[in-house]
């Protein structure tokens, strides 16, 4: 099964992604994580991408494309995979169709979590994030089990740079004008699927996993 997750920053889209990759086990694919991954290890495509991302901005579509392709072509992605956070660009979207139309595959499912903006600022101020393994918490919402460490791998958490409210506002800007066409994109592709995210995390679970079957 291979599954896009579309939705403004902050949506939900890493937190479901998690559980679907668990539940169906494939790997979960986050651009976002690779990015980290990347300035942590202090490598010249981290530091590229760090001078954007601490704007709001979008990795330019040369870097972040190939990254993803060449993702998607591991061992591990043969039984399929979900993407949180590619595609965000239009261009991105048609390479990705493409890249697997030249594989006779395609993708099954776009799930959009709707959540609108007034909400996202919120959800943004109390995510904590494990920069080591990718899991996110809320302060509120989906506090770990002992305060600042990743019940998963037990690392500190963090609030992210690029979590600021000034910053927020810029990526959410960035998302109506750059990421929020693949909405249409993809129902006419005839694979999207809307799922309302501001319901409480296990009922949006519950939500897409009604559509994905068990
Ligand atoms: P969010 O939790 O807001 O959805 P991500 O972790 O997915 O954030 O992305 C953080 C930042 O990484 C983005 O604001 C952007 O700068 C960069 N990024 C991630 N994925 C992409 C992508 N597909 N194209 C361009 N930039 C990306
Ligand atoms: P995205 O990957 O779309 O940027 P995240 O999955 O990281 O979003 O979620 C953003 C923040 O909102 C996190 O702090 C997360 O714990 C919290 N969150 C996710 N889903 C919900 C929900 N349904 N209700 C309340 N908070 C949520
Ligand atoms: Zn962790």
Redesign the pocket.
């Known amino acids: 099964m291979k599954i896009i997750m579309l939705?403004?920053?902050?949506?939900?889209?890493?937190?479901?992604a998690k559980k679907i990759a668990e539940k169906y086990g494939i790997p979960h694919i986050s651009t976002g994580d690779i990015f980290r991954a990347n300035i942590k290890g202090g490598t010249e495509l981290g530091m590229k991408a760090k001078a954007y991302m601490d704007q709001g901005q979008l990795v330019p579509d040369d870097v972040t494309i190939g990254m993803l392709l060449d993702r998607i072509s591991e061992a591990d992605c043969t039984g399929g995979y979900v993407l949180?956070?590619f595609p965000r660009t239009i261009p991105q979207a048609e390479s990705l169709t493409e890249a697997l139309n030249q594989r006779g595959e395609k993708m099954d499912y776009a799930i959009n979590?709707d959540v609108p903006d007034e909400a996202i600022v919120t959800?943004?101020s109390?995510?904590?994030a494990c920069l080591s393994c990718g899991a996110?918490?809320?302060v509120v919402?989906?506090a770990p089990k002992s305060e600042g460490i990743c019940d998963a791998c037990g690392e500190a958490l963090v609030l992210r740079d690029d979590d600021k409210p000034e910053t927020v506002q810029k990526r959410l800007t960035v998302y109506h004008d750059q990421t929020q066409p693949l909405i249409n994109y993809y129902q006419n592709e005839g694979i999207l699927v809307t799922v309302d995210?501001?319901?409480?995390?296990n009922e949006?679970f519950k939500d897409i996993t009604a559509v994905l079957g068990a």
């Open positions: 939705g403004a920053p902050g949506a939900g889209k890493g937190t479901q949180d956070g979590v959800r943004m109390g995510r904590r996110t918490y809320h919402y989906n995210g501001t319901k409480e995390l949006v």
